[in-house]
T-cell receptor, first 115, second 114 residues
Framework: NAGVTQTPKFRILKIGQSMTLQCAQD?????MYWYRQDPGMGLKLIYY???????DKGEVPNGYNVSRSTTEDFPLRLELAAPSQTSVYFC??????????????FGPGTRLTVL | DQQVKQNSPSLSVQEGRISILNCDYT??????FLWYKKYPAEGPTFLIS?????DKNEDGRFTVFLNKSAKHLSLHIVPSQPGDSAVYFC?????????????FGGGTRLMVKP
């Protein structure tokens, strides 16, 4: 199992450009998440999905969009990049569990700089 | 408002000694707490968890203590090793949580000196 994979590892964007951050998991997990981590800060949830075709906003969704057409893939779209979106982006997944215990499995991250 | 806080941004410990990382929370509806470890240029990895119905959970060198009345948890690492040097995140999960979402603290950077 590759686990959770993310591409690209690094990217520099100009203000106003758009891009898609790719995320895929091969563990057949229902739940998938996108986080951003700013320097010295914890992880903040951008969007999440509880299954194919179902997505919902997290704590900081503005400026982003997601889709979940398959169980495996959960791409994150930035339409008009702004310097405030400079951050490290992590994708994660977790299985559907009966309890609320939720071990999430993280990808290696994408470091994005918007200039 | 930060529901999960790690008030110490960094901690330095000598190899072989105990490392104690602290975490405070405000939401009494959290029912699971987790610790994640993160090395540079990697994603966080799960370390240990504790249910709110327990006050202690141990896994090898790692022990998590939960004080519900104080809304406080701590991670003890004994003995500390240089390979433990990383950023540690505390996270919490609530029972009425349709997305099984986690709320993370800001992290504590642990440096274990040889």
């Amino acid at each position: 199992n590759a686990g959770v994979t993310q591409t690209p590892k690094f990217r520099i964007l100009k203000i106003g450009q758009s891009m898609t951050l790719q995320c895929a998991q091969d563990m057949n997990h229902n739940y998938m998440y996108w986080y951003r981590q700013d320097p010295g800060m914890g992880l903040k949830l951008i969007y999440y999905s509880v299954g194919a075709g179902i997505t919902d906003k997290g704590e900081v969704p503005n400026g982003y969009n997601v889709s979940r057409s398959t169980t495996e893939d959960f791409p994150l779209r930035l339409e008009l990049a702004a310097p405030s979106q400079t951050s490290v982006y992590f994708c994660a997944s977790s299985p559907r569990l009966a309890s609320s215990y939720n071990e999430q499995f993280f990808g290696p991250g994408t470091r994005l700089t918007v200039l | 408002d930060q529901q999960v806080k790690q008030n110490s941004p960094s901690l330095s410990v000598q190899e072989g000694r105990i490392s104690i990382l602290n975490c405070d929370y405000t939401n009494s509806m959290f029912d699971y707490f987790l610790w994640y470890k993160k090395y540079p240029a990697e994603g966080p990895t799960f370390l240990i968890s504790i249910s709110s119905i327990k006050d202690k959970n141990e896994d090898g060198r790692f022990t998590v203590f939960l004080n519900k009345s104080a809304k406080h948890l701590s991670l003890h690492i004994v003995p500390s090793q240089p390979g433990d040097s990383a950023v540690y995140f505390c996270a919490a999960s609530g029972v009425n949580n349709a997305g099984n979402m986690l709320t993370f603290g800001g992290g504590t950077r642990l440096m274990v000196k040889p």
